[in-house]
């Protein structure tokens, strides 16, 4: 592996290991507890965030818009498989999971994949990106009685998703036309899907959490809405 790409990706895997800790001091979990985790794909990091707990494996539903990331799921973890279906409610009934689990999700909840990198007036992505984000986090709410949503800060001196310095705060008008180039060189190639909330506007979407910054270097690296019943 490059030696960059290793030094990032054990700072990812540290704060991944960070978040997990944090989750398991707000929440408790037993035989019974059902958990929704939204769109992490292969269902390793539910796996490593509830290991050791007393939670059936098939009362965890890993769930993503991406079919291929979720098909091993039941036989690796023994957790339940859900395809979900862009831009559609979430499948699941009100208050049918004990807690949704939701990490470095929030922000990709814009606009239709196909547009987004024709689309690089700042301004109408923000303005329609939080219109989905909102609609996402009042399914969360209806589905979840507790929920964990953790969500990169724009501010943070490393963007998370491309692994590069300041990115996060750039202008789209230059973000995407960015991108396109760092991906042809760069050690982490991106999407330009995501759009980085800020404190105010994760809590004006889920107003009864606990809003947790998650801190490195000093620094807010992310927030964290955190409603347990603990």
Not at 116 to 126: D, P, Y
Not at 166 to 193: H, Q
Request: hydrophobic share 40%; net charge neutral; proline share 5%.
């Amino acid at each position: 592996m490059n030696p960059i790409k290793r030094i990032f990706t054990w700072y990812s895997e540290a704060s991944r290991s960070k978040r997990r800790q944090i989750f398991r001091e707000y929440f408790e979990i037993d035989e019974t507890t059902k958990i929704l985790d939204l769109g992490s794909e292969d269902g390793s990091n539910i796996a490593r965030v509830i290991e050791g707990s007393p939670i059936v494996s098939k009362n965890v539903y890993v769930a993503d818009i991406e079919s291929d990331a979720v098909k091993n799921v039941s036989e690796t973890y023994g957790f339940t498989s859900v395809v979900l279906r862009e831009g559609d409610p979430l499948p699941f009934e009100d208050g049918f999971f004990d807690i949704v689990y939701c990490s470095s999700v929030l922000e990709h909840v814009t606009i239709p994949k196909s547009e987004i990198w024709e689309l690089r007036s700042g301004r109408e992505f923000r303005s329609r990106s939080l219109v989905s984000q909102e609609i996402f986090a009042n399914e969360i709410k209806r589905v979840g009685k507790q929920y964990f949503i953790q969500t990169p800060c724009r501010t943070f001196l490393l963007e998370s998703h491309s692994w590069l310095p300041i990115a996060g705060m750039l202008p789209r008008e230059v973000m995407v036309p960015l991108f396109s180039l760092t991906n042809k060189v760069w050690v982490k190639g991106t999407v330009p899907d995501f759009y980085l909330l800020s404190s105010n506007e994760l809590r004006s979407f889920f107003p009864d959490a606990e809003i947790v910054r998650e801190r490195s270097f000093g620094l807010t690296k992310s927030f964290m809405a955190i409603r347990a019943n603990k």
